[in-house]
Nanobody, 112 residues
């Protein structure tokens, strides 16, 4: 059964850093385009970053460019999101996505 499990969220002060992980299983992770989304209370879910199957191509929302880095390890079947210089407006539930499959999310809260 295909599954995505996120981890690494937490409470951090403004300017701090966190690294999110998404462990994938049950499908060909190495051959799958992956992405991170986030959803803040009362707002729509938005695309944060995406990465090609080989990791050679990445893209980011304007709001996180220069602060977040998406990466993947196709041996460990894991997707990552390194987040630096975090701001209160980054507070949200963060989800990884593969095709139509979503993880359960991990909460990131940034205090000012």
């Amino acid at each position: 059964q295909a599954q995505l499990v996120e981890s690494g969220g937490g409470l951090v002060q403004s300017g701090g850093s966190l690294r999110l992980s998404c462990a994938a299983s049950g499908f060909s992770f190495w051959n799958t385009y992956m992405s991170w989304y986030r959803q803040a209370p009362g707002k729509e879910r938005e695309l944060v970053a995406a990465i090609s199957s080989t990791g050679s191509d990445t893209s980011y929302a304007d709001s996180v460019k220069g602060r977040f880095t998406i990466s993947r390890d196709n041996v460990k079947n894991t997707l990552y999101l390194q987040m630096t210089n975090l701001k209160p407006e980054d507070t949200a539930m963060y989800y990884c996505k593969a095709l139509v499959l979503w993880g359960q999310g991990t909460q990131v809260t940034v205090s000012s």
